[in-house]
């Protein structure tokens, strides 16, 4: 039996990704500007709608480098940032020389906790450092709790920059993920549930926002014959042959996401007679998951050598990749002196959770081996 390693995530043609890069070079658009960008910024507007205005960038922490920039934070400010996330939610915080406050997850959505958020928030203001922005995170693609974290968010007005890396094709009350922040972010990396082999996006609310946004990322070029700079400048937009990749990709996406889903929805029929095992599902029939990884929750049950590192391993025995839900940021050592709000809901997550192959190319046969091993180590011992 072919026993090639199963991934995580890997990533998935269309098909007309090399098209749109034959293109680019038949008509020698080999550049960080073209067709290809301005038609990728055409297709993810019209996708997301709610008046998306979208800027194509190098990568998704590019994004939230200059989202960051845009609301204004500097050097001394304070930023508060959901800790259960991939450490490039929050590195960009320190970029700027500005301190992180990290917040725990309420059990739910695995996304920021409402009541640790608005404690974090008074105990700024408190202390007279009003936070600059609040980093959310629609983690593994299944939405935060819009309609709470917004509301306070409003109330204290501080703006939310909206990571959604994880969430393209996700939705919350029919509304796409990526536009509910004051900024929005997405990724393109290989793993994300579209790819343009590297590269990311800026989601603002005005053309004005996207149109500075796409200056700081072009090196902040003033209007003048030569070289002048009255901002600081990056080098951060999108190549036009990644974009062509993404066009190709737009054109499967919603087919992608609900390969994901039907993952997602495999695992829980896989899992729904062993009662050590909750898939993470959302809570909530407002919410759209694109579920770009589907992930578990074991319970240990030490004595009968089942943990969620035990399974881990088994499926490394049989080639099966799968992987610890993200480190909580107040838990990392770059990170773990400053702030952090919350009780132990992202530590017991990150104990006990596990990342399976969730990737839209999966095939029937794969499926079948990941059944027989999950059951081969759930099996009565
Ligand atoms: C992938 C990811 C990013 C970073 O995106 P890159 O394109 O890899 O720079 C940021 N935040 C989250 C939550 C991510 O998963």
Redesign the pocket.
Same mark, same amino acid.
């Given at each position: 039996m072919n026993n090639s390693k199963i991934w995580l995530s890997s990533p998935h043609m269309g098909g007309n990704e090399q098209k749109y890069v034959q293109e680019a070079f038949d008509t020698n658009w080999v550049a960080p500007l073209g067709p290809n960008v301005n038609g990728l910024e055409q297709d993810l507007e019209s996708y997301l709608g709610a008046n998306a205005h979208v800027g194509a960038l190098s990568? @998704?922490?590019a994004a939230?480098h200059l989202g960051l920039i845009l609301l204004g934070v500097q050097a001394g400010d304070t930023v508060i940032c959901q800790s259960m996330?991939?450490s490039?939610?929050a590195n960009p915080i320190l970029y700027l020389g500005a301190t992180p406050i990290f917040i725990d997850s309420e059990p739910e959505t695995w996304n920021l906790c409402p009541i640790a958020l608005e404690q974090a928030i008074v105990a700024s203001i408190a202390n007279a450092q009003k936070p600059k922005a609040i980093i959310a995170?629609h983690l593994y693609g299944v939405p935060y709790k819009v309609d709470e974290i917004h509301a306070i968010a409003d109330k204290y007005q501080i703006p939310v920059l909206e990571?959604s890396?994880?969430a393209l094709g996700s939705s919350y009350k029919q509304q796409k993920c990526g536009t509910f922040g004051d900024i929005g972010v997405l990724?393109?990396?290989g793993n994300?549930i579209i790819t343009t082999s590297?590269? @990311?996006a800026i989601v603002a609310k005005t053309k004005d926002l996207k149109e500075k946004a796409i200056f700081y990322a072009t090196q902040s070029r003033d209007a003048a014959p030569h070289y002048q700079h009255s901002h600081i400048g990056y080098n951060y937009r999108m190549s036009n042959i990644c974009a062509g990749i993404g066009r190709g990709q737009m054109e499967v996406i919603d087919h992608h996401v609900n390969l994901r889903r039907q993952m997602h929805a495999f695992y829980v029929d896989l899992f729904q007679n062993i009662a050590a095992v909750t898939v993470f599902t959302t809570p909530e029939s407002n919410s759209f998951a694109n579920y770009w990884l589907s992930a578990i929750v074991v319970t240990p049950d030490v004595d009968k050598g089942i943990t969620a590192e035990a399974l881990r391993l088994a499926l490394e025995a049989a080639n099966i990749e799968s992987r610890p839900l993200w480190k909580p940021m107040h838990l990392q050592p770059i990170f773990e002196s400053y702030p952090y709000y919350g009780t132990t809901i992202s530590e017991q997550l990150f104990a006990n959770g596990l990342c399976l192959p969730s990737g839209s190319n999966l095939t029937d046969l794969e499926r079948e081996r990941i059944k027989k091993a999950v059951f081969g180590f759930f099996e009565p011992k």
């Open positions: 990568s @998704g922490t939230i996330t991939f490039a939610s995170v990571d890396a994880e990724s393109f990396n994300k590297g590269g @990311g």
